[in-house]
């Protein structure tokens, strides 16, 4: 009589046991790896968004206005008298800057303020104004400048969490 040959109930659960450890694992590297792009995204909108005002600006050779409301986490964009549009960043997220308003200058220059400014005031322009955006839960800043001449807005650097 030949021999079957078969798995025995207590291999087939080590193996088991084994890729439910690997998947354990697996997972929770991967939910980094999306809280990660989470945040990426997060930046990558709000510099969007900066740029979508300096455009606006050029394209209709006009001064925009945008407030910036670091305590609420938002940024508003006067199109118009009439017409804003506005951008907050998501929640998880909050944002620290000194900032509060920004002019996107028709010829593209960006001035920078760290207070309200009304139209026809004198007020020099800072040179350079960092926004930094903060993931509340694994404690990544990241780091935004904005420069008065020249117009550029970049991401400056990602600090990993502590």
């Known amino acids: 009589m030949r021999k079957k040959k078969a798995f025995t109930v207590l291999e087939l659960m080590l193996v088991i046991g084994i890729m439910a450890v690997l998947a354990i694992l697996v997972l929770a590297n991967f939910s980094g790896f999306i809280r990660g792009r989470k945040f990426e995204d997060c930046l990558n909108r709000v510099i969007n968004f900066l740029r979508y005002g300096q455009e606006y600006a050029l394209t209709r050779y006009d001064d925009i206005w945008m407030d910036v409301l670091p305590k609420e986490n938002k940024f508003v964009l006067k199109l118009s008298e009439e017409k804003e549009k506005r951008f907050v960043i998501p929640p998880g997220y909050r944002m620290e800057t000194k ?49 008065g001449y020249g117009g550029l807005i970049f991401l400056k650097s990602i600090v990993p969490s502590q």
Do not use: C, S, Y
């Open 99 to 147: 900032l509060r308003q920004v002019i996107f200058e028709r010829m593209g220059g960006i001035g920078v303020f760290d207070r309200p400014v009304k139209k026809g005031e004198a007020v020099p322009t800072k040179i350079v104004e960092k926004i930094k955006v903060i993931d509340e839960k694994t404690k990544r800043i990241a780091t935004i400048e904005i420069w």
